[in-house]
């Protein structure tokens, strides 16, 4: 036998060799793989992540319509430039009209050319908000342009109340040290000796997409994400408009994360992320905010961030404006007020999400 020779560890049974010893040979990781124990395991991982957090990370196609897409590397666009898909395939996908997604960067108009990367679209609302029974806020405004309000003090009981509304502002908060940017901020401050527990927001908002010459995109549905892992859609457009609310948590916008009560302030603040499609490079978000008191709207703040491409990136801009109510506005005399849409599929909304209207039939 050859120095270099191995040993012959095989006989033949008859049939065919096969090696001996081979209980002992050392398993691969292809072994491992193709182990039916294995892809039992795997295909139930995958399930689970499924469930939790959407589709696993494979060579997947989802329609997703409209907004910014975190963890995507394609995008695909159709024959008219709008995009109908995404995948978060390492290679390629088949099929035309597939190109490398890059996030786009996102500069406010108060902070000259300062990038900001876009966000998740999942909750667009901080985690922290409700009640701070110890009587000072822990959700502080960082910048911000004060918006000039007409007559921004109301009655409350006996007493008055002013309102102070920020654009641009940051919003952190001092417990998590979390710090939400480019927010409206509203905010009601009581007088000495009043107090805001009958104070309250209801909020109303749509969304628009124009083409480059100035056509509405009729054929999308926005989509709204909510703090208890729901989600509205709605057509685009102005005769649209929906209230701001989580169906499960009522009209009323105080109360959810992004909203914080003290016995003598009540602030709220929103951080609507712009979809940033180039197809639409003139998009915006219209809100009005009403603040109720004892059941009767008697402040509107009307509102709009509007965004248009610059320099490989958007530009978003606030404008705000604020005036005292004689008179219950058409978007609160419904007995239910429409949140949207649970289902889109198929490009269809069905489903429809109501809460129940707040105000006092009276004081309609």
């Known amino acids: 036998m050859s120095e270099n020779q191995p040993p012959n560890t095989s006989h033949s049974d008859g049939a065919r060799d096969r090696p001996l010893h081979d209980d002992d040979r050392h398993l691969t990781l292809a072994d491992l793989q193709s182990h039916p124990v294995w892809q039992f395991m795997l295909k139930r991982f995958e399930a689970h992540q499924i469930a939790a957090n959407g589709p696993s990370l494979h060579e997947i196609e989802i329609c997703q319509g409209l907004g910014p897409v975190e963890y995507a590397n394609w995008v695909k666009f159709d024959q008219k430039g709008r995009r109908i898909g995404w995948s978060q395939a390492v290679r390629r996908p088949k099929g035309e009209g597939w190109q490398p997604y890059s996030k786009p960067k996102r500069r406010s108009k108060h902070t000259g050319t300062e990038p900001v990367g876009l966000e998740p679209q999942k909750d667009q609302r901080p985690t922290s908000g409700g009640d701070n029974k110890s009587g000072s806020t822990f959700i502080n405004p960082i910048g911000g342009t004060s918006v000039n309000l007409t007559n921004p003090t109301i009655k409350v009981g006996n007493g008055t109340a002013s309102i102070k509304v920020l654009t641009d502002a940051a919003a952190k908060s001092s417990k998590t040290d979390r710090q939400k940017e480019h927010v409206i901020w509203i905010q009601v401050d009581a007088a000495e000796g009043v107090t805001l527990e009958n104070v309250h ?117 606030y404008t705000a404006k604020g005036k005292p109510l004689t008179a219950t506005p058409d978007d609160l005399k419904k007995d239910k007020l429409l949140a949207g849409y649970r289902s889109d599929e198929g490009g269809i909304l069905s489903d429809p999400a109501y809460v129940e209207n707040p105000i006092p039939k009276a004081n309609r």
Do not use: C
Not at 206 to 233: C, I, L, M, W
Not at 234 to 249: F, V, W
Not at 277 to 299: L, R
């Open 201 to 317: 927001f209801i909020q109303f908002i749509y969304r628009y997409q124009r083409d480059k010459n100035g056509a509405e995109n009729t054929e999308e549905h926005s989509s709204t994400p909510h703090p208890d892992g729901s989600r509205v859609f709605n057509n685009l457009g102005e005769k649209y408009k929906q209230i701001d609310a989580m169906p499960s948590h009522g009209a009323y916008y105080d109360g959810l994360p992004g909203s914080e009560r003290a016995p003598n302030r009540l602030i709220m603040f929103d951080a609507p992320g712009p979809y940033h499609d180039a197809f639409w490079p003139d998009e915006g978000i219209v809100a009005v905010t009403y603040v109720i008191v004892d059941g009767k709207p008697v402040y509107q703040i009307d509102w709009k961030l509007a965004s248009k491409p610059v320099d490989r990136g958007w530009q978003d801009e």
